[in-house]
């Protein structure tokens, strides 16, 4: 496993990492605090199996005003983008109408012309990121923000890889929904995977 943290960007399958999420408010350490109870624990499979835009958009309308509900719906912002095939350049604009915040920054800023832009992978039939042995970090949290790192293992032609991806989001609470303002890189996936915590369920 490389030591770098890396996001599956949405032309020609390059890796990339962007610097500059903005900080705002307390740190709020809690790589692994207990929950109190199982709703606390972020859900890894939040948009469900099908893992299509109406699922992440329904996802999105689920997940609850909490750290939780922020860090799941990251997850499965994460995995919507790095599924193959890319979703369509209809659904790529759809979806970034529906999550981008205001004023949004980093490569999830140009979400539906990177859909749009697409290519193909050549020898790859299928691609997922599976968060079921997934972890997370947050690494910053106020009641209406919460920047986290979030990573899953990259799943191609149905067998799984040996690659790990993952991304820091910043998600905010606008419109009385999670939506991300930015997204970056916070940790080295080596990091990431031995101190994260595990999330409940995933697919």
Not at 16 to 24: D, I, K, S, V
Request: with cysteine; hydrophobic share 40%.
């Amino acid at each position: 496993m490389t030591g770098l943290v890396v996001v599956l960007a949405l032309v020609g399958g390059v890796s990339a990492w962007y610097q500059g999420n903005p900080r705002t408010g307390q740190p709020v350490p809690n790589t692994n605090e207990p929950a109190a109870t199982a709703a606390a624990v972020p859900n890894g499979c939040m948009a469900g199996a099908s893992n299509d835009a109406a699922g992440l958009l329904q996802a999105q309308k689920d997940a609850p005003h909490s750290q939780a509900g922020a860090v799941g719906f990251a997850a499965a912002v994460l995995r919507w983008i790095a599924q193959y095939p890319r979703p369509s350049a209809q659904d790529g604009s759809t979806v970034a109408a529906a999550i981008l915040a205001k004023g949004a920054t980093g490569t999830i800023s140009n979400l539906a012309a990177n859909m749009a832009s697409a290519k193909a992978l050549p020898g790859v039939n299928s691609g997922s990121l599976n968060f079921s042995s997934g972890r997370y970090i947050v690494e910053e949290a106020t009641p209406d923000m919460v920047r986290v790192t979030v990573g899953g293992a990259e799943v191609q032609n149905g067998k799984p890889t040996d690659q790990n991806i993952a991304s820091t989001f910043t998600m905010v609470w606008e419109s009385g929904v999670w939506k991300v303002r930015s997204d970056g890189s916070e940790r080295s996936l080596d990091e990431l995977f031995a101190n994260g915590a595990a999330f409940t369920g995933g697919c």
